[in-house]
């Protein structure tokens, strides 16, 4: 099952606005790393919309296949169960990983009772990943096997240019004495990964295992 979580790195973030029967809610999506950080942003948003009776918020951190995963919800003095876990329940809909979404709300002075609430908070959590969606601002999270490629300068761009046109993910590229490049890729392909850059580099190209780590990736990449 694939992951995801927002483009650009921790901090990223998009907003969006619902009313319903004249109470606002603004969600704010935000890529995090660490349970401290989207404490933070739920800290921001509580200042930001300081005048907003209600700040519910739930954060998702780390991979659903991974046994210390966390997941947190608040209420923030809204019936139980009907700010944060709706939202929390948004994000694992969604398949969405280290990010917070906040929800604060304006009351509007209409009641809108137990199912209305669990709707309305969910409705403002959906509508803010739906729009990262929209605007191809997801990327997929996945674990990959790293390898080093060490090669002369001289020949460190034709080579990327070469691995990138083959569809190899280059996570980076260190320049030293040499040129360090970090290769991802799926573990069955290594054969493959390692045959490509033989054909590439004239069989003078050596991959080095360099460990794993998770990546951000293309949706179906």
Request: proline share 4%; net charge neutral; charged share 25%.
């Amino acid at each position: 099952m694939l992951e995801f979580t927002v483009r650009g790195g921790v901090g990223s973030w998009a907003e969006t606005e619902i009313e319903v029967k004249r109470s606002r809610f603004i969600c704010r999506l935000v890529r995090v790393d660490s349970e401290h950080a989207a404490r933070e942003v739920i800290e921001v948003a509580r200042k930001t919309h300081w005048n907003a009776r209600h700040h519910c918020s739930a954060f998702v951190l780390g991979s659903g296949s991974a046994p210390d995963q966390v997941r947190r919800s608040n209420d923030d003095g809204e019936p139980s169960g009907t700010g944060g876990r709706p939202i929390l329940d948004a994000l694992g809909g969604r398949d969405l990983i280290d990010c917070v979404a906040v929800v604060s709300r304006y009351f509007g002075g209409t009641l809108l009772g137990t199912g209305g609430l669990i709707r309305a908070y969910s409705h403002a959590a959906t509508k803010a990943i739906e729009h990262v969606t929209a605007s191809h601002r997801l990327v997929s999270r996945q674990r990959r096997e790293l390898y080093r490629l060490s090669l002369p300068h001289a020949d460190a761009g034709r080579v990327e240019a070469e691995l990138r046109h083959n569809g190899v993910l280059v996570v980076g590229t260190e320049y030293g004495t040499s040129a360090v490049m970090t290769l991802a890729g799926e573990p069955a392909c290594r054969p493959e990964l390692t045959a490509l850059v033989a054909g590439i580099t004239a069989g003078s190209g050596r991959l080095e295992p360099a460990g794993t780590e998770w990546i951000d990736a293309e949706p179906g990449a």
